[in-house]
């Protein structure tokens, strides 16, 4: 959820670290850089497998696509080949067809042939005997109506066998084709495999496209913060060496340094004592996120109510800040400071000494806060404490 919510508000985040809150003290601030440069860190590792996968899907894509060209060119010579045996089915057809009827010509005229010799008998060969001029002429007369008997039952001897031949032929063709036609279907259902694979991959190279944008998008994001975190460090640290110039300048000027003496805060919003957000873990009132670090304690009270000192001290500074608004800081000695954000008005001013009790501005909404309050921290040795501590 942190990564989700760090997306989508990478913006607002970067323009609220540009400006310091002091919500921590800089070890932590720089513990979360760190952390920023470990998930940029694992974040580009992401990248990179993931960059990875869609090369070799693509190379995968590349692969099938030369098969899927190889299984077109098979079905488009399959389909050549059928047509090829449909047209020598067709012909084998027609000569069938022709040998058919000319057997069965050839059988006709044999059956006349056989018919007139048989029919006329004796009376035939008779005739035959006297038509001849001798012996010879009659012999070979005979011989010659015998050979034609013969050549009869060759001729349709040859034709029977030519058909059957050219039956066989057929049925070889048509046994042909027909496994023309599984090589073609089994090719099909190939192509048709590839195609979803190569479909299935193409839709894996989306999602990998969409999810290199996204770690890119995160991937700047987190630069972003990180650079917006290096300017909070370098800040932070400026005003910290700032303050202890400060106080060696008026330590060496003879004026008098803040020490805290351990006596109980003042609470600095008088009349008021609801608080309406404790110290520690808390769900963020702006972004949502669960268990944000509350460093302070929220108490409600009106726009314009006095926010006064909690105990004598030094302001340490007093601006304005895109997260705490107009807010102050109070120096009590000992490494110990009050907190004060989100004033409508600053009353005080950096250096200025302040009694227990004495106004310093005036309650309000500023920076990132969702309605009038004061939120009222303490520090000790750069770290954020519970005030309950010192409020009694």
Same mark, same amino acid.
């Given at each position: ?155 349709? !001897? /040859?034709?029977? #066998?030519?058909?059957?031949? &050219?039956?066989?032929? %057929?049925?070889?063709? $048509? @046994?042909? *084709? ?45 630069? !972003? /913060?990180?650079? #917006?975190?290096?300017?909070? &460090?370098?800040?932070? %640290?400026?005003?910290? $060496? @700032?303050? *202890? ?148």
């Amino acid at each position: 959820m942190k990564k989700v919510w760090r997306l989508i508000f990478a913006v607002s985040l970067i323009a609220v670290l540009a400006f310091p809150s002091y919500a921590t003290s800089i070890s932590e601030e720089e513990t979360k850089k760190q952390e920023l440069e470990n998930e940029l860190k694992n974040a580009d590792d992401i990248l990179e497998e993931l960059k990875d996968k869609k090369n070799d899907a693509k190379e995968y894509i590349t692969a099938m696509d030369q098969k899927l060209s190889y299984i077109e060119m098979e079905i488009a010579s399959l389909s050549a080949q059928m047509d090829e045996k449909n047209e020598e089915i067709k012909k084998a057809k027609k000569d069938l067809k022709r040998a058919q009827k000319e057997m069965k010509r050839q059988y006709a005229d044999m059956k006349k042939r056989i018919q007139f010799l048989y029919e006329g008998g004796e009376t035939k060969v008779i005739e035959l005997f006297f038509s001849s001029d001798s012996i010879a002429e009659f012999l070979n007369k005979a011989e010659y109506t015998n050979e034609l008997a013969a050549y009869d039952r060759m001729m349709l !001897e /040859e034709m029977k #066998a030519n058909s059957e031949k &050219i039956q066989q032929t %057929k049925i070889k063709l $048509e @046994k042909d *084709r027909e496994s023309l036609k599984e090589l073609k279907e089994q090719q099909s259902q190939q192509r048709d495999t590839v195609e979803a694979l190569m479909d299935s991959k193409a839709a894996q190279v989306n999602i990998f496209n969409k999810q290199i944008a996204q770690t890119q998008d995160e991937m700047k994001a987190l630069k !972003e /913060e990180i650079a #917006a975190q290096e300017a909070v &460090i370098k800040e932070m %640290k400026e005003i910290e $060496e @700032k303050r *202890r110039k400060e106080a060696e300048e008026r330590a060496k000027k003879g004026k008098t340094v803040t020490t805290y003496n351990g006596g109980t805060f003042t609470w600095p919003a008088p009349g008021y004592s609801t608080i309406t957000s404790g110290y520690a873990n808390r769900v963020d009132p702006i972004t949502g996120e669960p268990n944000a670090y509350h460093n302070g304690i929220d108490i409600g009270a009106p726009y314009g109510s006095d926010i006064v000192a909690a105990h004598d001290g030094v302001v340490a500074w007093a601006y304005y800040s895109q997260t705490a608004g107009n807010f102050i800081g109070i120096d009590h000695g000992d490494g110990l400071y009050t907190v004060y954000m989100h004033c409508s008005k600053l009353l005080v001013s950096e250096n200025q000494t302040v009694k227990a009790g004495e106004t310093i501005g005036l309650v309000g909404s500023t920076g990132r806060s969702t309605g009038p309050h004061l939120h009222f921290g303490v520090r000790l040795n750069g770290e954020y404490v519970n005030p309950m501590e010192y409020l009694g």
